[in-house]
Structures are given as C-alpha cells and as structure tokens.
C-alpha cells in the first residue's frame, strides 16, 4: 500500500525529493510521515504531516514534508543532505499501522 521512490546516491550539499504513493481511499484522511533506518541502527522519524498539509514534526530544517492530496503523495525535499542522512527512507500513517514497504535508499556521499 505504501511506495516509496526518489533515492539515490547524491553527494554532501546535494538535495533529493523523496516520494511516496499510497494506495487506498483513506489518505486524505490521514496523518502522514517519514521515517529513516539507518545502518545498525533503529528506524525514526524524520517528519510528519496533517492530513491537511500542516507540518506537525521536522527533524531538522534540512527538510521539509509536504503533501498532495489529489495525488495520493507525500514529498520529502531533503536540503545540504549529509553523510549522515544515508539511509533508507520508509513512509507511513504517523501510527505506523500500515506495513513497511520496501522504502527508497538514500546514499549521501562525503
């Protein structure tokens, strides 16, 4: 139900806009967000959106969460990536109720 797209390699100072496509009726709905895992490390949140398109939570300025109702879409526009935002990318509801998708690999190069 959740797909996740836009990763890549891309070098420090770089930017990257992640995309993630729900598939059902209920998205507009919903509080949305994006979360992160990095290597030997624990999956956390790095922003979340109302269902109206209100940021509830950034975890840093760098990004910025937005949403697109009509689209059945929530963006990530990651800025200055760094190294230490190489992870993979996952999205779901903020509740995390839905199963994790595959999400989208993000490689920051220094």
């Known amino acids: 139900q959740l797909q996740a797209s836009g990763g890549g390699l891309v070098q420090a100072g770089g930017s990257l806009r992640l995309s993630c496509e729900f598939s059902?009726?209920?998205?507009?709905?919903?509080?949305m967000a994006w979360y992160r895992q990095a290597p030997g490390k624990q999956r956390e949140l790095v922003a979340s959106?109302?269902?109206?398109?209100s940021t509830i939570y950034s975890a840093t300025g760098r990004f910025n969460i937005s949403r697109d109702n009509a689209k059945n879409t929530v963006y990530l526009q990651m800025n200055s990536l760094k190294s230490e935002d190489t992870a993979v990318y996952y999205c779901?509801?903020?509740?995390?109720?839905?199963?994790w998708g595959q999400g989208t690999l993000v490689t920051v190069s220094s």
């Open positions: 959106i109302t269902p109206s398109g």
């Open positions: 059902g009726r209920a998205f507009s709905i919903v509080a």
């Open positions: 779901n509801l903020v509740t995390r109720t839905l199963p």
